[in-house]
């Protein structure tokens, strides 16, 4: 594991979660086996991501998180759980999320909401409050405020078809603003049966596997997942590739919301003021490979292999935000020049890498056969995503959706390369777009800033 990074947090998204694997592998009490070596199913090593996630893309990914565009996530967090009755909401003060009071939001995102396809201000009193808002690192707004038939376009756009997630609606009163910097992932006390039960849902019934064939450690099997994992994993090796690809984007999701959690865990709480750090403890527990029986290792390499799907979506969508007409939109034009710049200097440094995965090798068979299996792949990820929505914990919901719907969005911009490449440069396009929506959860999912 490289040895460059000497820097540490817990932030969200797969490039924060490599950063600090890298990080804690300097702790003395930490794993003592590193993850190290090619990555199964790719091409691609542990080190070299290490090394290019530590001195180009991190820094960057950092600083694009706190601009405005990309701080604000608009969510509803009071969808009902679609598949069980809700064992009820947490009620642990950790869990609770502060929404951005509507009149802290700068014009920019209203437009985004209510009048989601023009860029002009509504009144005096909300431009006052859309400079208050943006002193505080306010944002979001429209995909494009240079075109008004882009604008409509994008509502008629029928994206049914190649959504990996199911969206909220942006419009529902339930729908609210949340400030991600302010409401940063923890560890808040949720877990137990009904955590269990989400994420066993999403195992045991959405990743393709029988349920004769048990996961390792898992707290809700016979014998309580006990057994080393033998027959597991060669019932995995057994599958094709795209759905061994799912297990493991599923499994790497996992790892980096274990990971943050160990990372920014409530220690102790003294005169009502909770103290947030590492927690040693848990995270060898979650991932230490004696006390996991060799899982854990495992579950960090899909981790990895997480971060490459992600990074692969990064430089496909690239020719998406290089053309004029995208404009990342909060009302603020030198600030949105500069948060495109960043934005593509980033894509710039993604195409530089010279081990991307090879998205071209999935659903490459009969084209038939290549085509019904991409839809059962569409779905059974689209389910998760509306499991998301059975988490009892608000802040975990939060997140949850958040990072689902950032790996839901870079799968969809895999699988519609040739979309892309039809992009016309100054005109709207039918068939591939973005919402503001996806376009935040990608680039927060994919490396949300540290909370130092």
């Known amino acids: 594991m490289s040895r460059g990074a000497r820097r540490g947090g817990a932030g969200q998204g797969a490039a924060a979660a490599v950063q600090l694997l890298v990080t804690l592998s300097f702790l003395p009490s930490v794993v003592e086996a590193q993850v190290t070596g090619v990555l199964d199913d790719c091409l691609c090593d542990v080190d070299s991501i290490d090394n290019f996630n530590t001195f180009k893309i991190f820094p960057k990914i950092k600083k694009l998180q706190e601009r405005d565009y990309f701080r604000y996530y608009k969510v509803n967090l009071k969808r009902p759980c679609p598949f069980w009755a809700e064992d009820g909401h947490c009620s642990i003060k950790d869990c609770h999320v502060e929404p951005c009071p509507e009149s802290k939001v700068p014009v920019g995102i209203k437009a985004g909401g209510a009048n989601k396809y023009l ?77 269990w039960r989400v994420w066993n849902s999403i195992y045991e019934e959405n990743c393709f596997k029988p349920r004769s064939v048990y996961r390792p450690l898992n707290p809700l099997a016979p014998g309580r997942g006990k057994d080393d994992g033998e027959s597991f994993y060669t019932w995995l090796e057994g599958l094709c590739l795209e759905k061994r690809v799912f297990y493991k984007l599923i499994s790497g999701l996992h790892a980096s919301i274990n990971l943050h959690l160990c990372a920014n865990y409530l220690l102790e709480e003294t005169w009502g003021k909770p103290s947030w750090g590492p927690n040693m403890k848990e995270f060898k527990h979650r991932f230490d490979p004696v006390e996991t029986k060799g899982e854990g290792p495992r579950r960090l390499k899909n981790l990895y292999f997480l971060y490459l799907i992600e990074l692969r979506a990064l430089t496909k969508v690239a020719p998406y935000f290089e053309r004029s007409v995208v404009d990342l939109y909060t009302g603020n034009v030198e600030d949105d020049a500069d948060t495109k710049a960043l934005l593509l200097s980033i894509f710039q440094d993604t195409k530089s890498f010279p081990m991307h995965f090879d998205e071209r090798s999935m659903f490459a068979g009969d084209k038939k056969g290549a085509k019904s299996l991409k839809e059962e792949f569409r779905l059974h990820f689209k389910n998760i995503s509306r499991i998301m929505d059975c988490v009892g914990c608000d802040k975990c919901r939060l997140w949850g959706k958040l990072q689902t719907q950032g790996l839901g969005t870079a799968l969809k911009i895999l699988f519609s390369e040739k979309e892309i490449q039809k992009l016309p440069e100054n005109s709207p396009s039918k068939g591939f777009q973005l919402t503001r929506q996806e376009i935040v959860a990608l680039l927060n999912a994919f490396g949300r800033c540290p909370v130092q």
């Open 119 to 195: 860029k002009v201000a509504n009144a005096t009193r909300e431009l006052e409050d859309c400079e208050q808002a943006s002193k505080l690192g306010a944002v979001n707004s429209t995909l494009s405020n240079q075109s008004k038939e882009a604008f409509i376009d994008w509502a008629r756009y029928d994206d049914s078809q190649d959504h990996f997630c199911e969206l909220d609606d942006e419009r529902s009163p339930a729908a609210q603003y949340v400030d991600l910097l302010l409401n940063p992932e923890r560890y808040t006390g949720y877990k137990g049966p009904s955590a």
